[in-house]
């Protein structure tokens, strides 16, 4: 079972194809085979890494709360790079992938050669941090006293799942199982020293405008949670892109694979041929009409 050893934690992971490398990191109710449908596509053409996040088994679950952070989960890109010997690779992240995703690129610009930034965003939203953290609490307290069947029949039915469940009933049903699968321990664990504690998205506006890194920005138009914070990383990244998906909730890797894959796949080539440039500044004169003044 190949895995890559990072700050004594044992990370499971999968790489298929060959090129230039590219990281799937995945969203808090899911784990690398979320991504088996860019996987499956991505492959043809990129050396493509899907691991395991600790508390996700076959990774390993430390135990204590200090083991998990934000800070953490982008240090564990780096190290399962490290581990792999890859100087560079393109990073895609969804929600706690996402989150991680643009940490990493935050704090190792120059370990990447491009970022894909996925339905990140809860409990940014100005005026929803409180609820989101009793939300969160809530959903941790399920976890440590349901278990994780339970759990999972509660959280996959959420507000910006259904649009999975609505779509393609047989994805949704997958998606279902694997989370059922996972650990209560690692999830209520991973809830708490990474959701509840991560800064917001607004937090990180002033660091976001120094990122030179290529990154796209993707949401579905029904993540409520997600919009606005999608719409201010559009806003604060020089080097960004957004992509907004007609109809979508947060899984938008899962509900529209053909869409997700084919938004991404133009970006990689784009950043490839090095034909992804920083925004021009004449389109940010303050007005919707006047251009720039000409010296």
């Known amino acids: 079972m190949p895995t890559a050893r990072v700050d004594g934690v044992n990370l499971y992971y999968e790489a298929e194809g060959a090129g230039q490398p590219l990281v799937f990191v995945h969203e808090f109710a899911g784990d690398h085979r979320s991504w088996h449908p860019q996987v499956r596509f991505f492959s043809r053409r990129y050396r493509t890494i899907a691991f395991n996040a600790r508390g996700y088994p076959p990774s390993d679950v430390p135990e204590g709360v200090e083991a998990y952070s934000q800070d953490r989960a982008a240090e564990d890109i780096r190290g399962v790079l490290d581990a792999l010997k890859i100087p560079k690779a393109h990073v895609c992240g969804l929600s706690m992938g996402g989150y991680a995703t643009l940490h990493f690129g935050l704090k190792h610009p120059d370990r990447a050669l491009s ?35 339970k759990t999972a029949d509660f959280y996959a039915k959420g507000p910006t799942r259904v649009q999975l469940m609505d779509k393609d009933p047989h994805s949704w049903r997958e998606f279902h199982r694997q989370l059922a699968e996972g650990s209560a321990r690692g999830h209520a664990l991973t809830q708490r020293g990474v959701q509840l504690r991560r800064p917001s998205i607004m937090d990180l506006g002033e660091r976001m405008e120094k990122l030179e890194v290529p990154t796209l920005i993707m949401t579905g138009d029904e993540d409520d949670p997600c919009l606005e914070p999608a719409i201010f990383m559009k806003r604060k990244i020089p080097t960004s892109g957004l992509v907004v998906l007609p109809k979508s909730g947060h899984a938008i890797n899962l509900e529209e ?39």
């Not at 939203?125 to 069947?149: I, N, T």
């Not at 440039?277 to 004169?285: D, F």
């Open 115 to 149: 970022l894909v930034v996925a339905g990140a965003g809860y409990g940014s939203a100005p005026g929803e941090r409180e609820k989101f953290l009793r939300d969160s609490e809530a959903v941790v307290k399920r976890f440590e006293d349901d278990g994780m069947a």
């Open 257 to 295: 694979p053909e869409a997700f894959n084919r938004a991404v796949l133009d970006f990689l080539t784009a950043v490839d041929a090095g034909k992804w440039p920083r925004r021009n500044p004449a389109s940010q004169t303050g007005s919707a009409i006047l251009p720039a003044e000409r010296r």
